[in-house]
């Protein structure tokens, strides 16, 4: 089976600006987390998603967004861009989400916010 | 706020040597723990999963938990410079939610 996939892998944006991320789950798995991962405060977790819904959202603030589309692809969005944002963003899939499932990490996306 | 500590190290070790990586947690009522291994630029692969107390060895690694001290530790028997990277601690959290430990870096020296 193919993994997870993650694009793009690297962007660059400046402070003002708006980024959408993509992630293609492993074939059948329906959950889709993502994180974010900064030097300083770890693994941080955004939101999780399944059959097209939000099920839970970490503490952050409402620039980011996601959605997940009918074939479990899902994209998360930041917008108005701080330097803050500039981050590993990782996401994980799993086949319901449900607690004690593994997780299987995508690649991730580096965003540089200049 | 529900919270997963280890240390940030970095733990040194020599080649051949047992590496113990250390993980706490907070919520008591965590079922299931995970070990993950991410090198430097990489994205983090699973190691091990443990859902019951003792003792759960797979190859090289041997996870550990302790639910009565919320603890969950990882061996790493005869390691190798390969072994050098960071090992994150997961619990999960209920809810379709995990929480990530900072991470532990182990350096394995030739």
């Known amino acids: 089976k193919a993994g997870v996939t993650q694009t793009p892998r690297y962007l660059i944006k400046t402070r003002g600006q708006q980024v959408t991320l993509s992630c293609s789950p492993i074939?059948?798995?329906?959950?889709v987390s993502w994180y974010q991962q900064t030097p300083g405060q770890g693994l941080q977790f955004l939101f999780e998603y399944f059959s097209e819904t939000q099920r839970n959202k970490g503490n952050f603030p409402g620039r980011f967004s996601g959605r997940q589309f009918s074939n479990s692809r899902s994209e998360m969005n930041v917008s108005t861009l701080e330097l803050g944002d500039s981050a590993l963003y990782l996401c994980?899939?799993?086949?319901?989400?449900?607690?004690?499932?593994?997780?299987?990490f995508g690649p991730g996306t580096r965003l540089l916010v200049l | 706020q529900k919270e997963v500590e280890q240390n940030s190290g970095p733990l040194s070790v020599p080649e051949g040597a047992i590496a113990s990586l250390n993980c706490t947690y907070s919520d008591r009522g965590s079922q299931s723990f995970f070990w993950y291994r991410q090198y430097s630029g990489k994205s983090p692969e699973l190691i091990m999963s443990i859902y019951s107390n003792g003792d759960k060895e797979d190859g090289r690694f041997t996870a550990q938990l302790n639910k009565a001290s919320q603890y969950v530790s990882l061996l790493i028997r005869d390691s190798q410079p390969s072994d050098s990277a960071t090992y994150l601690c997961?619990?999960?959290?209920?809810?379709?939610?995990?929480?990530f430990g900072t991470g532990t870096r182990l350096k394995v020296l030739a």
């Open positions: 994980a899939s799993s086949p319901t989400g449900q607690d004690g499932e593994t997780q299987y």
């Open positions: 074939s059948g798995h329906r959950s």
């Open positions: 997961a619990v999960g959290a209920g809810t379709y939610k995990y929480i």
